[in-house]
């Protein structure tokens, strides 16, 4: 199969500098601010994106140097398949978060409950739409056990630090 390459549509201003102390899940991001700079040649794709009120961003985790098929992720203390898992240590480093959009300006998305490390390249949005993304689920794998902590699990670097 050929390379894939994308190229980075905007970049993300956030608060969160390293990865250590970084909200795991936007869920647990309420009052955190950031900014989301689109480059201008995408800026005409921004049409009517102010009528949603949350956003999925897809975005290149940079920082991420460990890429392993079984990890510990965050809110558990035994190794899982990396794909039984929200890890940012993946196959391919992209990330998936929700976020809640505030206003558009110009080329700027301002969003809150965001969990996406200042830097980060973004490779597409796409609006959130409950009708479509809203499942009712009855199993959620080992995290059914694990609920409890998300509030409170912070990213500890596990996942940017060399072998």
């Given amino acids: 199969m050929p390379e894939i390459?994308?190229?980075p549509i905007g970049i993300v201003h956030s608060?969160?500098?390293?990865?250590e102390g970084t909200p795991i899940q936007s869920v647990s991001a309420k009052e955190a601010e950031a900014v989301i700079e689109i480059y201008p040649g995408y800026v005409e794709g921004l049409k009517d994106l102010d009528g949603f009120s949350h956003l999925y961003?897809?975005?290149?985790?940079?920082?991420?140097?460990?890429m392993p098929l079984t990890v510990i992720p965050f809110l558990d203390n035994i190794p899982h398949g990396v794909?039984?898992?929200r890890s940012p240590a993946r196959p391919n480093p992209i990330?998936?978060?929700?976020?809640?959009?505030?206003?558009?300006?110009?080329n700027k998305l301002y969003v809150r409950q965001i969990d996406i490390l200042d830097g980060s390249p973004v490779l597409d949005?796409?609006?959130?739409?409950?009708q479509f993304d809203v499942f009712e689920t009855s199993k959620n794998g080992w995290f059914d056990?694990?609920?409890r902590d998300m509030d409170i699990q912070k990213d500890d670097g596990r996942f940017t630090m060399p072998l």
């Fill in 145 to 147: 056990n694990r609920k």
């Fill in 15 to 19: 608060p969160f500098k390293n990865p």
């Fill in 5 to 7: 390459i994308y190229n």
């Fill in 83 to 85: 794909f039984a898992t």
């Fill in 57 to 66: 961003i897809l975005f290149h985790l940079h920082l991420v140097t460990r």
């Fill in 95 to 106: 990330g998936l978060s929700v976020v809640l959009l505030d206003r558009i300006v110009d």
């Fill in 125 to 130: 949005i796409k609006p959130y739409i409950s």
